[in-house]
């Protein structure tokens, strides 16, 4: 239901059903996440920054969730990367991480660094092509520059600034030609603009992944790459220019 509302231009109402939900419960990790994820948009920083750390705090210390501990702690990096503070809490998913191989589990190596931690898993690519429909100005600033670091050429038309109508979509698909895959932030962009562009991908055999709504921001997208890059690479090795 955000999707359409956001698609409709009603960012406040969602924004006012959120925090309804949250004051109903202070500790709903997904609520927190898209209220951080709406104040991102917004570029409202410092109350993303907060609703991130809650989460965090949420996923840490009450769900003791190592794994979505480390992932909501990237969010925050990709927003406070020089903030020494941090690394406090990677610190301390070190020591929950320790305490766990006492007990005889084997969690997941954690990296020694923030720096580490923001770019852990993510492929090198070399050249590939992909194209992303969806989300805000805000994800694609943050996250084109590290991409393209990793030798990936991206094109996003984010909700922003693709435009509307049907000139809209005939750039878009036009770029699906020489695209590798496609990438659809379904959050921030309506169905009624994103199905076209899927449908003509498939009709070109290009891959397409959707993200689903709650993605968790930026390293849901992030996470959502690294599943996605084995066909990229498929399809790159097939040719396609």
């Known amino acids: 239901y955000l999707a359409a509302l956001y698609a409709e231009g009603r960012g406040e109402e969602a924004e006012r059903l ?3 939900e949250l004051r109903a419960d202070p500790q709903a990790l997904e609520v927190l996440f898209d209220l951080a994820e709406h104040y991102e948009g917004q570029g409202n920083w410092r109350k993303a920054a907060e609703h991130w750390q809650k989460a965090l705090e ?3 210390y009450r769900e003791k969730d190592l794994d979505l501990s480390r992932e909501v702690l990237r969010n925050l ?3 406070r990367p020089h903030d020494e503070s941090l690394s406090l809490y990677l610190e301390e998913l070190k020591a929950v ?3 766990l191989e006492a007990l005889g589990e084997s969690p997941k190596a954690l990296p020694e660094t923030k720096e580490e931690l923001l770019e852990e898993g993510l492929p090198q690519f070399h050249g590939e092509h992909l194209l992303v429909v969806g989300g805000h100005t ?3 600033s943050r996250l084109v520059p590290l991409l393209e670091a990793r ?3 991206v094109d996003w038309f984010d909700a922003d600034t693709a435009g509307v109508g049907k000139e809209a979509l005939r750039r878009i698909q036009n770029r699906l030609e020489r695209a590798h895959g496609l990438m ?3 959050s921030y962009v309506g169905h ?3 199905e076209p562009v899927r449908l003509e991908a498939e009709r070109l055999g290009v891959p397409v992944y959707v993200i689903p709504g709650r993605a968790r921001g930026a390293t849901g997208f992030l996470r959502a790459l690294k599943a996605f890059a084995p066909e990229l690479f498929k399809r790159a090795l097939k040719g396609v220019q």
């Open 18 to 20: 959120l925090l309804e």
């Open 97 to 99: 991480s320790r305490g």
């Open 138 to 140: 805000q994800l694609r």
């Open 151 to 153: 030798g990936l050429k």
């Open 58 to 60: 949420v996923a840490l």
């Open 192 to 194: 009624d603009f994103s």
């Open 184 to 186: 659809v932030v379904s």
């Open 77 to 79: 990096l990709f927003l």
